[in-house]
């Protein structure tokens, strides 16, 4: 069983900035992929960044140049770094693990608001 913790959401100002944790329990995973998903009201949750253990990420086009995806293996840690943080960032972001035996696992969401 896996458990995925996140951490580091909260207010911010729009231009702000903020860092999330998503620290992974269980088994050591030598083939994954971890991300960061997004749901704001209304919407559907959509991918914000990916990163598998080879080390190519992904990006969706609204974070670009924005947000950066990074582990700590050592740690079974996933960070997203959120830089000029927007408005429309605003969101619940939830941590995802993929991998083949285990499937898709979530974290409980963490809430960032991007307010003024």
Known sequence: ??????????????????????AASGSIFRSYTMGWYRQA??????????????????YADSVKGRFTISTDNAKNTVYLQMNSLKLEDT??????????RLGDCWGQGTQVTVSS
């Open 1 to 22: 069983q896996v458990q995925l913790v996140e951490s580091g959401g909260g207010l911010v100002q729009p231009g702000g900035s903020l860092r999330l944790s998503c």
């Open 41 to 58: 009201p209304g919407n559907q949750r959509e991918l914000v960044a990916a990163i598998t253990s080879g080390g190519p990420t992904n």
């Open 91 to 100: 969101a619940v972001y939830y941590c995802n693990l993929y991998t083949t």
